[in-house]
Each structure stands twice: as structure tokens, then as C-alpha cells.
């Protein structure tokens, strides 16, 4: 198996990109830009081979698809207000994701403690964890 061209570090960064994303999105972009904030230089296919980035970008470029005008286009708010308005929804989108991520990360933690229960030697390994991580 080929390793990773990505840290995890790396892929968290690049989906809380994603998450406060606005604007057109395509891969080419989000790999400009990746270069320009987070010095990484990667491809559209590397990036697609992650399945929580591609995930994200899916889920980013349907949200995207929904948004109606700028708040920015709009006479009735201060350009204060609107860069703020701007932060709070992109804020609000990076929770929405990292709400979904929980769950899955939930889902597969009950799977293995399911499993582990008939699976001594399975238990007393996620009991041993669980104990550093708490001390």
C-alpha cells in the first residue's frame, strides 16, 4: 500500500477549508489555494482519494449551489456587517461538518465496542486505551 502523501493534520486542514469555503469551487482552486495558505502541494487526485475530502468538497459545493446573493450586494448592510454575517455563516457551515464527522466517528466507535464485547482480548486492548487517554 502506498503511503499517504497527506498527514491527518493535513487533511483536518484542508476540510476546515472547505467548511468556511465561499465563492466558486473546483479542485484547481482548492489546490491554488492550498498552496497559497498551507504550503501544500498536492493534486485534485490526490485530494479525491481522501474519502473525508471528498466528502467535504462535495458537501461544500452543494452549499455553495444554494446560496442566493452576497450579503455584500446588499444596500441594507454595512460592509462591518456583512464581512461579519460572512464569518458567522461560514463558522455556522464548519460546525454543520464537524457535527457530521462526529457522528461518524461515534458510529464507528459503538462498531468497535460492539465487536470487542466478544472479544476479550479486543476489550482489555480499548479498556488499556481508554485509560491513557483519561490519565
Do not use: C
Not at 3 to 17: A, D, G
Not at 78 to 99: C, P, T, V
Not at 100 to 115: A, W
Amino acid at each position: 500500500m502506498a503511503k499517504p502523501s497527506l498527514s491527518t493534520t493535513q487533511v483536518r486542514q484542508i476540510e476546515k477549508i472547505l467548511y468556511r469555503w465561499s465563492g466558486k469551487l473546483t479542485w484547481e482552486e482548492l489546490v491554488d489555494q492550498l498552496e497559497n495558505e498551507l504550503e501544500i502541494t498536492t493534486t485534485r487526485q490526490t485530494l479525491n482519494s481522501y474519502s473525508s475530502i471528498s466528502g467535504v468538497f462535495k458537501s461544500t459545493k452543494t452549499r455553495l449551489r444554494g446560496i442566493s446573493e452576497n450579503y455584500q450586494n446588499s444596500p441594507n448592510v454595512s460592509l462591518e456587517k456583512a464581512s461579519l454575517l460572512d464569518k458567522i455563516e461560514k463558522l455556522e457551515n464548519e460546525i454543520i461538518g464537524l457535527r457530521t464527522q462526529n457522528q461518524q466517528f461515534q458510529g464507528l466507535l459503538n462498531d468497535i465496542r460492539m465487536e470487542a464485547e466478544s472479544t476479550p482480548l479486543l476489550m482489555d486492548l480499548l479498556i488499556s486505551v481508554k485509560r491513557k487517554h483519561q490519565g
